[in-house]
């Protein structure tokens, strides 16, 4: 039975993905990209985006972490440390979160997204400023500052866990990076702690 040429073009186009497009992929081996599948693999994608936390998050908890631990070497008092993590909390966040707000805005992103982006960075590091505070004061004075200290590693580590996912580079090496700088950062605030309870003593 005869088949008009353009009937038999448009059914070999269906048959293997269609288009130019679709030969291109045959000659180099590649599956053809139907659309549906491209479409949900972008809703994924877009389904959480980290830029909504990956500032906020790392502040709060290695922020928290060096005041707690800075703040015990100077023996300061538990009303103290949790005042100062208030101020962290909401203070601190919402000059940080207008920092942020005004460089997007300098790099152009569109106002909806930058404004989304500063509000959900704003609460992360206040939902984890809080838990802090929350854990400072459920513990005993003893323990306070080595169980407030293991839970921001422990933050620290999941955050960096799936920063390195979304990124395709090891886990390990980016949680080694990361531990590496909180470290040093405790490290300083400890010094600071010891050097005032030192000169006021």
């Known amino acids: 039975m005869f088949v008009p040429h353009d009937k038999r073009h448009r059914s070999g186009a269906a048959l293997y993905g269609g288009g130019a497009g679709a030969a291109v992929r045959r000659i180099a ?7 549906p599948a491209a479409s949900a693999a972008a809703n994924s994608d877009r389904r959480f985006d980290l830029r909504c936390v990956s500032f906020g ?7 928290s972490m060096a005041l707690i ?3 015990d070497a100077a023996t300061a008092t538990k009303a103290s440390v949790v005042g100062s993590l ?10 940080d979160s207008l920092s942020v707000h005004i460089y997007q805005e300098s ?4 106002q909806r997204q930058a404004l989304y982006t500063t509000v959900a960075n704003f609460f992360a590091r206040a939902v984890l400023s809080f838990s802090f505070i929350l854990l400072f004061l459920l513990l005993p004075p003893a323990v306070a500052s080595i169980g407030c200290v293991a839970w921001g590693f422990l933050l620290l580590s999941g ?10 580079v090891s886990a390990f090496s980016e949680i080694c990076k990361h531990a590496g700088v909180a470290c040093i950062v405790i490290l300083i605030s400890t010094a600071i702690g010891d050097l005032i309870q030192n000169v006021t003593a």
Request: charged share 15%.
């Open 29 to 35: 081996g590649r599956p053809p990209v139907h659309a």
């Open 69 to 71: 631990v800075g703040l």
């Open 107 to 110: 790099e152009r992103m569109p």
């Open 159 to 168: 955050l960096t866990c799936l920063i390195a996912k979304a990124r395709g």
């Open 57 to 63: 998050s790392p502040a709060a908890i290695v922020t």
């Open 86 to 95: 208030l101020i962290i909390a909401l203070a601190d966040n919402l000059t």
